[in-house]
Each structure stands twice: as C-alpha cells, then as structure tokens.
C-alpha cells in the first residue's frame, strides 16, 4: 500500500484514514511519552544545580525536536493546537503579572526594590546588546530584535523568583520579599519596554520608506493610546465584576481569564526563557546562601534573653492527649504577668492522602483543612486551651498555628515559623506516650524523626517534654507551693539553658524548685585513675567552667539566697554512680529540668551515651526518661540555640529545590 501523506494539513483519503490516525497516534503518544520520562530524568539530574523543572522541559523538548522520526510525527495542525495552549498559558501568566504591578511606581521616587532590580537591569541590557549581534540568532539581525531580546533578558522571570523563594520558606523574610519586589518591578519595566519600543521596531512588517516607517509609528502609537484609553475606562468596571464574582480568598474562576488578550509567540519567547531561566536559581541560592552566613545572627536563647522582653514560645502538639500537659507547661513558665509570654500552640498534624484530598485554597499561601477529625481535634484543642487561659492566663497571650506536612518536611515548616515568628523557644511533645501502668509505648516514629530533624536545625532553643504524669496534675496552685519540680545542673551550655528557663518556673507560688548540682568527688581514689582513661580538652573545660559559675552564681544570688529554690549538691565520682543517682531521683520530682549535653566531656557522664535508647534526649534525660520505668515524674530536655548547628543545619537539610 502506498504511503499516505497529509497535504496541506488536512486529513488522508477516507480509506486510509484509520491507518493514518493509528500511525500518527502512536508517534504523538510516544513522543509525549518519551519527554515526560526525559523531562523527570533530566530533573533530577539538574536539582543540583538548581534548575526548575522549566528548564529540564526546555532542554528536553530542543533535543527531541531535532529527531527526524518525532518531528514528522507531528503535523502542522497538531503543531497549531500546541501553539494555542502554549500562548493560552502565556496569557494568563501575562495576566497574573499584571495583576500584580503598580504601574504608578514609575511615577514615584525609585524605592530600594527598584533601586535594585535597575541595578540587575541596565548592565544586564548592555551585555546582551554587546554580544546578541555576535551569537548570529539571524544572518542579519535588527536593531529591534537585539534591543527587544536585550530588554526581555533583563527581566528576572519572576515567575520563577517566586516560586524559589516559595520553595525555600523565606518569603516573609526581609530578603525574600526583597527578591519577590525587586523581580516584579524589573519584569514590569521590561515588559513596559518591550511594548513601548514595538512601536519604533516593528517585527512583524518590514518598511524600507522612513515616511511610511513613521506613519506606520504614529499609527500604532494611536491605537496604543486608544487603547489605553479604553483599557483605563473599562477595566474598573470589568474587574469590579470579576471581584463581585470571586470572593475574597477564594480563587478566580478559569472562565473569567478568557477576556484577557495577548499577543503571539516565537522561538525568541523561547530563547529568552531559556537564557533567563537557566542563571536565575544558581544565583538566588548563591545570594540566600551568603545573606545567611554573612548577615549579623542573633542568639536566641533563653540565657541572653532580656528579662523585659516577652517569651516566644512555639508550643507544639500531637493532639488531644497532649493538652493537659500542654497547659500546666503554659501555667509554670507564664513567669510575671509583664511582660508576660507569647505563645503559639502549634498543631502538628501528619499530612495523608485522604486529608490532602480535603484541602480547600483560600489564597496564594492559605489553605483550609476540611477532614472531619482534624478540624473537631483542632476545635477541642482549642476550646480547652482557650478556656484555661481565659480564666487563669494573666501575662499570656495565644495565638493557634497549624504545621500540617508529611514527615519529612514537618521539621522545615516549625523551623521556618519559629524564624518568622522570633521564636526564642519551641516544645516539642516526645514521640513515646504513656501507658495506664506508667510505662512508655513504642512511640511514632514518624514524630521522632521530626523532633530529631528540628533540634538539628531549630533557629533557636528547643525543648523535648516527656509526659509520664504531667498531664494527670489537673491544677497547679498559685498559692500554695505543692508542685515539686527539679533541675539538674552537670554544667556546659544546654545546663545553662535549663537553668535559665528553670528562673521562670522559679517566679510560680505554687511551684517548689530544686536545684540540683553534680560535682566530681575529689576525695574519690578512682577519680585519676579514670581521668587518665579519657582525653580532656583542658582549656575548653576550664572555659565552661568559668562560664558556668557565672551563669550559677546569677543564679544563686537571684532565687536561692533568697529562699524561694533550694539547692542541694550530689558528689560522685564516676558515670556509674551519677546513673545510680539519677535512677534515684524517680518519682521524687513532678518534672525534672535537664540539658540535652552541650557539656565538655566529664567523667560524671563519659560513656553513659552508650547506654542511650533515644539519643535524641541526651544521656541524663534519656536516663531519667526510661521507657520501662513506671514513675510519675515527667522529664523536660532543653537544647541551646547553636549558631553553628543552624548554619550547619540549613546548608546540609534545606535544599534549594
């Protein structure tokens, strides 16, 4: 049979119209087929440079164009319906843009964005007219085209700005909304140019007679002023209607983009993007990744914290068998009524396909669970919470947030709200919960790989609470001291953290506080014969030593000497009897206070860390917390913001991509 060929566009003779449809389908379904597989390979090997998706889609579609076989797949009519939803796509990415321009700005005083997207944007327009005539796009290029494809260049793909900084969670931070303004204003400036100088170079006709070049301007810069005429009297009335139609918060409706009109693409539109995509992520990570390292950081920890300032607290839960202990932990560490503390109780629920599939957007960033067990979890949490601090929190101020993830990325959206809300402090609830008999269960390890993750990476302290009995105290007294609570004091920076925030507890009426101080018997025959078995860093240790007096005898002289804490010291000599000691402690305390290490290593604690079952608690909460235990006493584990561990942390978790 001969072969049968599409003339012109149109469709074969009818008795080979089935064999053509099957052949040519099979191609189409291959060629897709083939450049979805390519465009997600291809991406993954491009995340580590920092490369959107876009641009593994481009660099797939230019190789699989230029093969024979793919190409003739394809016939122009087949070609013209990709063109129109590639332009449809172009219209409402145009759309969204304008929509988010202040064409007035460029009547007003340049301001720090625009200072700096006119900074990215003239040298990038001498550039590329420096060098577009020696890339030879075209045997004889024009002025217009170099100076449109220059101009077009400049522009930042804002597009892809957003979605970057969207993907790395530092939108409301000062860079963030740096980059996102600087981008729009340079890409309104380009956009603004390139229709502007239109008018002067015309591409699409070509006229030899200056006379006719300039009636052929004058013509077009009146229709240009007609329609901006029209555009400026009758859009108010179009977008009135297209706000009447789209509450606010709710998305606009696709039927209503149908009105907006652009104008055609090229392969110029393609080259553009091409050269403006590729460069723009390695850029803006190199930029975020300096910002981060170079700008000034600020410790935040309860050891410097200002005692006039507020406590930021991200108070996190798992649910409702949490809020009891949630609430005497609220009650303990409200300290004086001014300034009082800030918290933010967090709910941390688990991201499922069944509850993604419930997800209502509201907005460009805000989405509204609607699964039935989270929002009557959420309200019951609520409602008891509230209730308490309606009627017993003076000095606290509650605010609800939501860190609704998977597992994995649970732990980058508490880091990423602690750094936007100036948290000084999160809670974590430990992943194990008690049983009747007292003992722990085998725990979610899903939440225990989260907590691990945000103490890794946490911009400032963190705290692991263990609940083996907190949550039963239904109320604690504000006039009657019955609330016994411990800290233990080893020393090192995690110590000093708890000693600091054991301060606060300190100021409650109904709270007994201990302070509990490990010091090495020197009277101990064992003691040089141990130090010779480890390598100490003298230095070091006699640097934290002194930084522990201090921080202990600030501590001493403000709520000891006074007689509000008592103190009591324990001599041991080794890890053994500091282990035998510790076990001892059970069932004495309702809550002990302990740092999770941070300590110069010390023969009161060297090689208990073999013995940990969740080093996440360190090695003296990990003892104090024993799963098979059936005390009562609840343990909190605080870990001191390091400025290295969260500049570690960043570069090492939070990718770009």
């Not at 190409?71 to 129109?84: G, P």
């Not at 539109?269 to 460069?279: G, K, Q, W, Y």
């Not at 560490?333 to 800030?342: E, F, M, R, T, V």
Request: hydrophobic share 45%; glycine share 8%.
């Amino acid at each position: 049979m001969e072969s049968v060929h599409a003339v012109n566009g149109s469709a074969p003779a009818c008795p080979d119209f089935i064999s053509y449809t099957v052949k040519n389908a099979a191609g189409k379904v291959i060629s897709i087929g083939l450049a979805f597989v390519f465009s997600n390979l291809s991406h993954q090997l491009l995340k580590p440079l920092s490369q959107p998706r876009i641009a593994s889609d481009i660099a797939v579609g230019l190789v699989l164009g230029n093969i024979s076989l793919i190409r003739h797949a394809f016939d122009e009519q087949f070609i013209d319906i990709l063109n129109s939803i590639a332009e449809f796509g172009m219209i409402c990415y145009m759309f969204v843009l304008g929509m988010e321009m202040d064409p007035y700005v460029i009547f007003k005083a340049p301001s720090r964005n625009a200072m700096v997207a006119y900074a990215g944007m003239v040298p990038t327009i001498i550039l590329a007219c420096s060098l577009t005539p020696l890339l030879h796009y075209y045997q004889h290029p024009t002025i217009g085209f170099t100076l449109s494809l220059s101009t077009t260049l400049s522009g930042s793909s804002s597009h892809i700005l957003t979605r970057l900084i969207t993907s790395l969670k530092i939108g409301k931070s000062d860079i963030g909304k740096l980059v996102i303004a600087a981008g729009m204003h340079s890409d309104m400036i380009s956009v603004l140019l390139v229709s502007i100088g239109y008018l002067f170079f015309p591409t699409a006709v070509t006229v030899n007679d200056i006379a006719a070049n300039i009636r052929m301007t004058l013509t077009m810069a009146a229709a240009l002023l007609l329609q901006i005429i029209f555009t400026a009297t009758v859009s108010p009335i179009f977008m009135n209607w297209v706000n009447n139609e789209n509450p606010e918060g709710k998305p606009m409706k696709g039927s209503h983009l149908l009105n907006i009109t652009t104008t055609t693409t090229s392969i110029s539109i393609i080259i553009v993007i091409f050269l403006s995509v590729l460069p723009t992520p390695l850029v803006v990570s190199q930029i975020i990744k300096r910002a981060r390292k170079r700008a000034p950081t600020q410790r935040v920890a309860l050891e410097w914290l200002d005692p006039s300032n507020e406590l930021r607290i991200l108070l996190c839960i798992q649910g409702v068998h949490n809020v009891l202990s949630t609430i005497n932990f609220m009650e303990i560490s409200q300290g004086a009524s001014d300034p009082g503390i800030l918290v933010y109780l967090t709910d941390m629920v688990e991201l499922t396909d069944q509850i993604a599939s419930t997800l209502v957007q509201e907005g460009m960033d805000t989405v509204t669970v609607m699964d039935k067990d989270v929002t009557e979890m959420r309200d019951q949490i609520s409602t008891a919470v509230q209730a308490y601090v309606e009627e017993n929190g003076n000095g606290i101020t509650l605010r609800r947030m939501l860190a609704l993830s998977t597992f994995d990325g649970m732990a980058k959206d508490i880091c990423n709200l602690a750094e936007d809300l100036m948290i000084s402090l999160i809670i974590l609830p430990f992943h194990k919960n008690r049983h009747a008999n007292g003992t722990l269960d085998g725990g979610n390890p899903g939440f225990r790989y989260v907590n691990r993750k945000v103490l890794r990476n946490a911009p400032c302290s963190v705290g692991i609470l263990v609940d083996r009995g907190y949550g039963l105290v239904e109320k604690i007294s504000k006039s009657v001291s019955s609330f016994q609570v411990a800290v233990i004091f080893f020393g090192g920076k995690d110590d000093r953290e708890a000693l600091a925030y054991a301060g606060r507890v300190a100021r409650h009426p109904g709270v007994k506080l201990t302070v509990i101080r490990f010091l090495l018997d020197s009277d101990s025959v064992t003691t040089s014969r141990r130090a010779g078995n480890y390598r100490i860093n003298a230095a070091k240790q006699e640097e934290e030593m002194k930084l522990d007096d201090e921080s202990f005898a600030q501590f001493y002289e403000r709520h000891i000497a006074g007689g509000h804490v008592s103190y009591s010291e324990k001599h041991v000599a080794n890890s053994a009897e500091t282990y035998t000691t510790l076990r001892s402690l059970e069932g004495q305390y309702g809550l002990i206070i302990v740092g999770r290490g941070g300590r110069v290593d010390s023969i009161l604690t060297i090689g208990m860390n073999d013995w940990q079952q969740c080093p996440e608690l360190g090695p003296i909460g990990d003892v104090l917390s024993g799963s098979d235990s059936s005390h009562t006493t609840s343990v909190l584990i605080i870990q001191q913001h390091s400025l290295k561990g969260e500049l570690d942390g960043v570069d090492d978790e939070f990718s770009i991509m």
